[in-house]
């Protein structure tokens, strides 16, 4: 399994955008999806997960902010940010699991792709 994570960039306070995460080589249903930042000298931490149900997970600094979302058809994750926030800034690592449980463990993700840096300005 292939992941491939895109979307980041430079953005102001407040403002929006929107991660992908384009799974290959394996049908996107059949996984957990999740999403996992890391800021410079921290370790990573979860932000927000959707299992195989559809039910989704957040991380209680990004709950009303952050919607994640998963388009089987296109074989795709996405994870929505608004009202981004200086303390948002980090690399965005989305991750693939089999193991429909203990979503915000970072321990349960088999695939990880290369992250995409997001930067908030204040």
């Known amino acids: 399994v292939q992941l491939q994570a895109s979307g980041g960039g430079l953005v102001q306070a407040g403002g929006s955008l929107r991660l992908s995460c384009a799974v290959f080589g394996r049908t996107v249903r059949n996984y957990v999806m999740g999403w996992f930042r890391q800021a410079p000298g921290k370790e990573r931490e979860f932000v927000a997960a959707?299992?195989?149900?559809?039910?989704?997970f957040y991380a209680d600094s990004v709950k009303g902010r952050f919607t994640i979302s998963r388009d089987n058809a296109k074989n795709t994750g996405y994870l929505q940010m608004n009202s981004l926030k200086p303390e948002d800034t980090a690399v965005y690592y989305c991750?693939?699991?089999?193991?429909?449980?203990?979503?915000?463990?970072?321990?349960?993700?088999?695939?990880w792709g290369r992250g995409t840096q997001v930067t908030v300005s204040s």
């Open positions: 991750a693939a699991s089999p193991y429909d449980n203990k979503q915000r463990d970072t321990y349960q993700y088999d695939y």
């Open positions: 959707i299992d195989l149900s559809g039910n989704t």
